[in-house]
């Protein structure tokens, strides 16, 4: 007897990511209630299915959604507001000046949606935030219809948003009690960083962490003028202040991780830590170049994260698979570093293993979330096509993205997305640019 199911999809590859190194031809994705019910061959499953919506997807290469690590979503309202300039100048001269003047609960609302939108039209199903009124990102990323892990940030100095670190935590898990049941949300302990956290705050951020089972996601040597501050005033570098702390541990999420010693390496392998490896932001903010494929040999697992469009400037995980895989093979000097599926995985469950995810996403396998993303192989440019996975790393672009779809919804389908209106964001985007910067607006 035929099992009836909400959605079966066809592909010419599918790419589960799990096990590795496995390109599946010509079978098909069963989903039903949200979930993958199986994957089999196409001639397989229309015998034992009886699918309520059926895609045939004849030129595409079917994988899981992208995840990106590490973003600052609302700040996709400025974009390109401060460019070609060092971290600390564009932080403290411009991006924080800004931000104390215009961030709000609407902002931040607004900016999510319109991050949102362009992750999803770029295959992103998942996205992991740290930013000012989580509340408003998390409610955002609901509407949007996209799997959000949002960051209770904090800060030892005050803001707009909280008066001192205590409120910043309070309000955050304030946060998180309002949206617990939310399907699509998830949440992180995210203290900023080491130069803008103190000891005291960097404790009551692991204990929280503790408590509530939570990742913790904070920014770790992204610099070299970080860690020598560092040394001069706590007399040891970010990594290992963190380490004396405790927070060293298979929660916590380092992002960037561009200047580190080979036992600094060392130091996160044995404590089973991750990190969200972000190669465009840290060649244009001129940060350097992350060891990763020392990181990777060491056992680290590594994720890709996009950063804020503020400082990328573009929120597209293809552009940084193809750039990760590029960069370590020309630091190292080996062309076999870093493949494609390596890119691929990073991307995918690399990140959902980082959250405390990959029970729920970042692989196709049944019983898992039904996350995926379809890239269309029909354009001149991705003709012809020896290696599909080859080609997502090094040729395919969002722009390929055809359809995506998240907890089993259809969020893009034939390239459009589906329940959000571009034009309102456009416009949302230009009302914002108006108020920031007010001038002319086209």
Same mark, same amino acid.
């Given at each position: 007897?035929?099992?009836?199911?909400?959605?079966?999809?066809?592909?010419?590859?599918?790419?589960?990511?799990?096990?590795?190194?496995?390109?599946?031809?010509?079978?098909?994705?069963?989903?039903?209630?949200?979930?993958?019910?199986?994957?089999?061959?196409?001639?397989?499953?229309?015998?034992?299915?009886?699918?309520?919506?059926?895609?045939?997807?004849?030129?595409?290469?079917?994988?899981?959604?992208?995840?990106?690590?590490?973003?600052?979503?609302?700040?996709?309202?400025?974009?390109?507001?401060?460019?070609?300039?060092?971290?600390?100048?564009?932080?403290?001269?411009?991006?924080?000046?800004?931000?104390?003047?215009?961030?709000?609960?609407?902002?931040?609302?607004?900016?999510?949606?319109?991050?949102?939108?362009?992750?999803?039209?770029?295959?992103?199903?998942?996205?992991? #935030?740290?930013?000012?009124?989580?509340?408003?990102?998390? #409610?955002?990323?609901?509407?949007?219809?996209?799997?959000?892990?949002?960051?209770?940030?904090?800060?030892?100095?005050?803001?707009?948003?909280?008066?001192?670190?205590?409120?910043?935590?309070?309000?955050?898990?304030?946060?998180?009690?309002?949206?617990?049941?939310?399907?699509?949300?998830?949440?992180?302990?995210?203290?900023?960083?080491?130069?803008?956290?103190?000891?005291?705050?960097?404790?009551?951020?692991?204990?929280?962490?503790?408590?509530?089972?939570?990742?913790?996601?904070?920014?770790?040597?992204? !610099?070299?003028?970080?860690?020598?501050?560092?040394?001069?005033?706590?007399?040891?570098?970010?990594?290992?202040?963190?380490?004396?702390?405790?927070?060293?541990?298979?929660?916590?999420?380092?992002?960037?991780?561009?200047?580190?010693?080979?036992?600094?390496?060392?130091?996160?392998?044995?404590?089973?830590?991750?990190?969200?490896?972000?190669?465009?932001?840290?060649?244009?903010?001129?940060?350097?170049?992350?060891?990763?494929?020392?990181?990777?040999?060491?056992?680290?697992?590594?994720?890709?994260? !996009?950063?804020?469009?503020?400082?990328?400037?573009?929120?597209?995980?293809?552009?940084?698979?193809?750039?990760?895989?590029?960069?370590?093979?020309?630091?190292?000097?080996?062309?076999?570093?870093?493949?494609?599926?390596?890119?691929?995985?990073?991307?995918?469950?690399?990140?959902?293993?980082?959250?405390?995810?990959?029970?729920?996403?970042?692989?196709?396998?049944?019983?898992?979330?039904?996350?995926?993303?379809?890239?269309?192989?029909?354009?001149?440019?991705?003709?012809?096509?020896?290696?599909?996975?080859?080609?997502?790393?090094?040729?395919?672009?969002?722009?390929?993205?055809?359809?995506?779809?998240?907890?089993?919804?259809?969020?893009?389908?034939?390239? /459009?997305?589906?329940?959000?209106?571009?034009?309102?964001?456009?416009? /949302?985007?230009?009302?914002?640019?108006?108020?920031?910067?007010?001038?002319?607006?086209?």
């Amino acid at each position: 007897m035929l099992m009836n199911i909400d959605l079966l999809i066809d592909a010419r590859w599918i790419v589960p990511v799990e096990p590795v190194g496995v390109v599946l031809e010509n079978h098909a994705v069963a989903i039903d209630a949200g979930k993958i019910v199986a994957l089999m061959p196409r001639a397989a499953a229309a015998e034992a299915f009886t699918p309520r919506v059926h895609r045939r997807l004849d030129r595409h290469v079917l994988i899981p959604g992208l995840i990106n690590l590490h973003t600052h979503a609302a700040m996709s309202l400025l974009r390109g507001l401060a460019d070609d300039l060092p971290l600390r100048e564009w932080l403290e001269n411009h991006i924080w000046p800004a931000e104390g003047r215009h961030v709000s609960a609407q902002f931040v609302y607004d900016g999510t949606r319109l991050a949102a939108a362009e992750m999803l039209r770029g295959g992103i199903t998942c996205f992991n #935030d740290m930013y000012f009124y989580p509340k408003a990102a998390a #409610d955002a990323a609901v509407a949007a219809g996209i799997r959000a892990a949002i960051g209770i940030v904090s800060f030892d100095f005050p803001t707009p948003y909280a008066a001192d670190p205590d409120d910043y935590l309070l309000k955050g898990l304030a946060a998180r009690d309002a949206l617990r049941d939310e399907p699509l949300i998830s949440f992180c302990l995210a203290p900023h960083a080491p130069y803008t956290v103190g000891d005291r705050n960097f404790a009551r951020v692991l204990t929280l962490a503790e408590q509530i089972d939570a990742p913790i996601h904070v920014h770790i040597h992204e !610099t070299a003028h970080e860690i020598e501050e560092s040394i001069k005033v706590h007399g040891v570098r970010p990594l290992a202040r963190l380490h004396r702390l405790g927070l060293l541990s298979p929660g916590l999420i380092g992002v960037h991780a561009v200047h580190l010693t080979g036992d600094e390496i060392a130091l996160l392998a044995a404590h089973g830590c991750s990190l969200a490896h972000c190669p465009t932001s840290n060649l244009k903010l001129a940060s350097g170049i992350a060891p990763v494929s020392e990181l990777l040999h060491a056992g680290v697992n590594v994720g890709l994260g !996009t950063d804020g469009a503020a400082s990328n400037n573009r929120l597209d995980l293809f552009q940084e698979m193809r750039l990760a895989a590029l960069l370590a093979k020309g630091v190292s000097g080996r062309a076999d570093v870093l493949g494609a599926h390596q890119a691929l995985h990073m991307a995918t469950l690399g990140g959902a293993r980082a959250l405390g995810l990959d029970a729920k996403t970042g692989s196709l396998l049944p019983g898992k979330a039904a996350d995926l993303c379809a890239v269309a192989f029909d354009d001149l440019a991705l003709s012809p096509c020896f290696d599909p996975v080859s080609h997502l790393v090094y040729v395919a672009g969002r722009e390929h993205v055809s359809d995506v779809w998240v907890d089993g919804q259809a969020r893009v389908e034939q390239r /459009l997305l589906l329940g959000i209106d571009e034009s309102e964001l456009i416009k /949302l985007a230009a009302l914002w640019q108006n108020k920031i910067c007010p001038r002319d607006v086209t």
